[in-house]
């Protein structure tokens, strides 16, 4: 609990004074005024996130959180939780969507064992296991509150490893069969949705399944009562590890002026958590893509996200995060190698 405290305490807003230096600069670059768009709101945050004109993000990390879910017991995926191994191992030898995308962006790929089934057999994996996968939700907590804070403290601790490296950027990413299942309560908790609203097909269920997913996500809320204003609470009645895995990524990257790439739709619901138990941290992310899950365009509009890309679609473990690293990279050249008009010699009428 010492290590999230301290970094909450860390936590603070974006500094108003380098954004306003970065707004004035990026509306005086010879161009029109707005019409690089989205680049010159990147520029300009991430002058706010570090409190520099110019600031690096060319040393990147995507920190993968692998974990299980106790409620795939429930028919809640279509796939075998053996997989979550299968495609932890698959993220140390690059061959995965992330693992592609991420060799294209020249970013590490920090895979962490936080909660996996099973007893992982590979040196590249960072064993932080919790235990082996949450508990069934629909019958109970998914995890007790020290684990639910444990969770935030792995990944605020992996986070503060890469920091410590010199990494400028971060992005998060996760593994785990059956994890949509706790984003979407998350998203019905704290959104106030119903899980008709929000619950989507996942890792491509059935549809005639649908109506299970949908069923045991209620009879999950109803049977844990989580607190909506309280995150923790949350995250550990309806969460997973690898959520509260990555939300301490973001919190700790909030702390110490690194920009975090949040990814899809599980990464957005760890982005709910850490926003809920800090406000401030939101300014901190930016979003990389709208995932093609069905909660995932009510889960940005709650923390008024407006991902970059959209490219239909909806992989996770971090793929999106890795795509956007090269476009919020492109906003550090365009700020800092284009002339001002001043500088140009031009007066714009």
């Not at 997973?240 to 973001?250: K, L, Q």
Request: glycine fraction near 10%; hydrophobic fraction near 40%.
């Amino acid at each position: 609990m010492k290590i999230l405290e301290e970094t909450l305490k860390k936590i603070k807003p974006l500094d108003n004074k380098a954004m306003e230096e970065a707004r004035i600069r990026v509306d005086n670059l010879i161009k029109p005024k707005g019409s690089m768009g989205k680049l010159e709101d990147i520029a300009i945050q991430l002058s706010g996130i570090t409190g520099q004109l110019h600031p690096k993000v060319d040393n990147k990390s995507i920190i993968i959180m692998s974990a299980d879910h106790g409620v795939c017991e429930e028919g809640i995926a279509s796939c075998d939780q053996c997989v979550t191994v299968m495609q932890t191992n698959n993220f140390t030898k690059g061959l995965t969507g992330v693992g592609a995308l991420g060799k294209y962006a020249e970013a590490e790929l920090v895979v962490v064992d936080i909660g996996i089934k099973q007893d992982m057999d590979n040196p590249k994996v960072i064993n932080r296991k919790i235990r082996k996968g949450t508990s069934n939700l629909k019958k109970g907590p998914a995890m007790s509150r020290d684990e639910a804070i444990k969770s935030l403290e792995i990944g605020i601790e992996m986070a503060i490893n890469e920091i410590n490296k010199g990494k400028n950027i971060l992005g998060t990413g996760e593994m785990g069969i059956g994890n949509t299942t706790p984003s979407t309560a998350i998203l019905c908790v704290i959104g106030g949705y119903s899980p008709e609203e929000v619950t989507g097909v996942g890792a491509n269920l059935p549809k005639e399944k649908l109506a299970n997913k949908m069923e045991v996500i209620k009879t999950a809320i109803e049977v844990n009562k989580p607190d909506p204003k309280d995150a923790i609470d949350v995250l550990a009645k309806v969460g997973g590890f690898e959520i509260g895995g990555m939300a301490g990524v973001m919190l700790a990257g909030a702390a110490n002026s690194i920009p975090v790439v949040v990814d899809g739709f599980i990464s957005t619901a760890a982005a709910i958590i850490a926003c809920t138990l800090e406000p401030n941290v939101k300014g901190y992310l930016i979003p990389s893509h709208k995932s093609n899950e069905k909660g995932a365009k009510l889960a940005s509009e709650l923390l008024d996200f407006k991902p970059m890309l959209d490219m239909d679609m909806r992989l996770g473990e971090g793929s999106g995060a890795a795509l956007a690293f090269g476009i919020i990279e492109a906003t550090t050249y365009m700020n800092k190698e284009m002339i001002t008009f001043d500088e140009a010699g031009i007066n714009p009428a």
